[in-house]
């Protein structure tokens, strides 16, 4: 894996929380987008090499509404960037991870996106994130 890429940080209004993080971060949001297969709006800020992703449900089964109900707005994801999806994916399961999905998903910000689940990494959800060249 290469470097942190994002990390998503679930939250219930997405309006507000993006200007917030606009005061917070002394930088605009520079991308919004829907991810249907996902049920989730994101606004993408940009913070040096790394990025913020805030997520917000689009629909009651989202994962984002499912984890706030749960645990409440924050911290939801670590993505980390990496060259190769399909080779890490199969590193992983041969580590014994447990992927949450087989085949690589699109995912937000043009990547293709596969999660482990959190109960396999101390209570942190992971994605991998390929760039789609
Ligand atoms: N981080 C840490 N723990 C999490 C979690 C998260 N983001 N989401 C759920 N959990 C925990 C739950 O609290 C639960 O813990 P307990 O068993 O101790 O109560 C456990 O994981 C299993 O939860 P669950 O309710 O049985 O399962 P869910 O239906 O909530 O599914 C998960 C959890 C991770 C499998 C599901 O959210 C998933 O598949 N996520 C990947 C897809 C995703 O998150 N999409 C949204 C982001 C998309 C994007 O980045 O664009």
Known sequence: MNKIEHIGIAVNDLKQASALYEKLLGTNCYKMETVESENVNTAFFKVGENKIELLAATA????????????GEGIHHIAFDVDDIYAEMERLKREGFVLLNEQPKKGADNKLICFVHPKATNGVLIELCQEIR
């Open 60 to 71: 009651e089964e989202s994962a984002i509404a499912k984890f706030i109900s749960k645990k």
